[in-house]
């Protein structure tokens, strides 16, 4: 057995069905290998090895299991870096493979050799370098273990090509790795603990966070929340993971978040912060961040705890273990009874809700996300690009099954969006993929738009076209005097001609009452089907709260007044 | 980073010892990390131990308490790091360091007593210098350099901070 087979081999005895990638030089002996196993192993040739890396992130992000792509040495490797930083910063399981020049020219600066170990260690959960062919399988066993245990992350393994060429001799077994052994039961007294603290609160919030979605414990949060009637805001990362329509959900808090979502928090006597990393974009200034509340965090993860909040009570472990145990241990007391605190959350977040019809011409980006909101079946799945439009899914999409709605969070990828929209069909082709984008985000994946013609995969992007890189415009409205500099698009290019020129459907839409039957289009035809929305210039996404500032002072939106309900 | 109170938020010399798998890269991998999270190192050494395959790394730091727990944590999650040890108390705490002093027909025999006096060792001597190895506490290295300054300092090297639990 050559090198090539060992490595489909083991991706297929770690479950992997697809690989997205790009050939090049050092990998030409892969791609040779992957003809044989076509049946077992499908690839989707992207465009750019970028869009590879975004689509197998996805690809995880929506299967639960691990998200594999593949390109070869120097440029092509490189290309694949943001898509690994996209999927470090959100905890993506990713295994990411590259060729590299033969081992007896490393460090020669051959044609195409980069460092990628040494670019990459910055931005992976772990990565290799597999010199010997014996140490294939062994290396990418561990590959997989590393990257989908404990706080998922992605994994980089460099491929020399004489690694790929040379025969397996005596495959070298797969060890156990010493230094690797995530914790995942709470500690019992800590949970007892934590059940105090919540039996005790008067006006407790759950803050969920991507951890939930991560560790499926998606159900264990509802019992939860249902059973002690607390209410749940959830960040960014784990939007989708606690139906958005339920009277205890409170959306999503932060920056764009929703007003009723901060406000509870910035009230709250307890916070259950579960799975999340309070990130700058979550808290505002840290020192203000929830003063009157006592923190429960819990994160698989220690080094998170502490890190930017403090907490008074941490829990390490997997949150659906530590979930389940909590739940157990509560039980034995009396269910608490509906709350003023609950009470008054519920009233306020109608208040919030912010689902009123809008009328406008040009058209108001709400108004295509309201549309959205009907049109979605609750299986189907939303990717975003990054800028107003993501905020604006973020904060009125309505979403209530974990893992439909997928969105770079904490690294705020342009051009994620559309590949990302590509790797969700590949793994759920039985739901609808919608991309919501900017006209911004999208240019810069546009070319995937052969990837859909070409591997016969449905999506629908739908640009929100405000003709300008409208997230950096609102800035430079709000906090630089109205002086635009660098974020004018001028309506280029007409996206439906080029959806055309690719083989595909594109229709530009200018009216909103035009926008359901455009939506009702696109999900009927067999293939991607592109949406240009033309969209209000200037339209600011809002309230939000401005860059480290405290995260209760929020400006704009619908609700005017600080809310006279806290 | 919230802020501890009492003596163990002050900043003050902190040790951590590693055990990692002696892999290619593991000390990129730990520069890196301090790099890019601010962690101001002081010395780091590494070297071998009793089991085969495992490195000794230990590093030496001037921070609080709290930076050292986070700084702990994240060296954790570097797959090759198998255990993280506080060693900043109940731990012996060595040093070395080769001093090239200037010498002279005149002052070889001071320089020659004050190393003796001191517990360190001459390695080599010329016409033109003496070498002169000490082993000790950083502190007590740090005064010894200090008061051979007088002769002439031509080369000096320090290997950074030892650490073992007691």
Redesign the interface.
Known sequence: MKGTESIIRSLIANKTKHVFGFPGGQVIPLYDELLNFEKDLRHVLVRHEQAAAHAADAYARVSGGAGVCLATSGPGATNLVTGIMTAYMDSVPLIALAGNVPTTLLGNDAFQETDMVGITMPITKHNFQIRDPNQINATINKAFTIALNGRPGPVFIDIPKDTQVKEVTKQAPTEKIAGFDPVLQGHPEQIKKAAEMILAAQSPVIIAGGGIIMSNASAELASLSEAFNLPVTTTFMAKSCFNESHPLALGVLGMHGRKVANYAVGEADLLIAIGCRFSDRITGDTKTFAEKAKIIHIDIDSAEIGKNVRADLPIVGDAKNILTELINVMKIKAKKANSPWAEKIKKFRRECDCSFDVKSKPIDPRKIIFELNKALKDTDIVTTGTGQHQMYAAHFLKRSIPRTFISSGGAGTMGYGFPAAIGAKVAKPKSEVVDIDGDGSFAMVIQELATCKEENIKTIPIIFNNSYLGMVRQWQELFFNKRYSGVTLNRTPNFAKVADAYGLKGITVDRESEISKALKEAFKNDETTLLDILVKEESNILPMFSAGAKHTDMFGGCIQNKGELF | ??NGNGSNSEKKRRILGLL??DQP?II??LA??FL?RGFNIDTIIAGKTAQEGISHVVVSMNTDS?TL??VE??V???????KVNDLTENSIIREHCLIKVTSTEQNRKDILNFTQLNGAQVLDANHKSIIVEIVSEPEKIDKFVEALKPFGIKELSRTGINALAK
């Open positions: 980073m919230a990692a798998e890269g990129e991998r890196g990390l890019r709290k727990e986070q944590k994240q954790y999650k570097i797959i090759e790091v198998v």
